[in-house]
């Protein structure tokens, strides 16, 4: 009998150690600081919502804004809604990219250009590596005209088309500057 109950708590041990493992928060903090060097101010928009944060105060120009949260599989786009662009869907609007789970972004203009964007995932940078994603204007080179297959669900790896821009995930801080 004795044996039966160290059994069943060994194994209600075991359990909870495997739960605990698999729902575990992210043992460091998801940084996104927001640039606003237009010459107007607006509040940024996240799609879908940065976790905890469902939208943004207004930035006033020249100033910037920052957000924390912890994260593993967070995978969404950020885009300002100057110039008309539809705040709901991004249509219109120069789109940052990012997938936190595997470190990759990057700046996508195939809804549309509306403002100059600057993207990137802070760490040691070198040849290729968490270089920064710049776009200035339209026609800009370090931008896709096309979907880049970032966000799509069913991507995997290296699905993601060229000029995708990487870094470790274990580099948490993000810079987003507009204009």
Known sequence: ????????????????????????????????????????EFAPIFSPALPGKSSWDVIPSGKSASFSFYSDTYRGK?????????????????????DLA??????????????????????RQYAGYCQAAICSSADCKDAYK???????????GSRTTKPNHSCPVTFTTWNVQFC
């Open 1 to 40: 009998m004795v044996a039966i109950i160290r059994s069943i708590l060994a194994l209600g041990t075991l359990v909870a150690a495997v739960t605990a493992a698999s729902v575990a928060p992210r043992s460091s903090k998801i940084t996104f600081t927001v640039y606003n060097k237009c010459k107007h």
């Open 78 to 98: 950020v885009f300002s809604p100057l110039r008309q662009a539809n705040t709901t869907t991004g249509q219109g609007a120069t789109q940052g990219e990012f």
């Open 102 to 123: 595997t470190g990759d972004y990057d700046i996508s203009v195939a809804d549309g250009f509306n403002v100059g964007m600057y993207l990137q995932l802070l760490g």
């Open 146 to 156: 096309n979907s880049s297959g970032l966000l799509s669900a069913n991507r995997v």
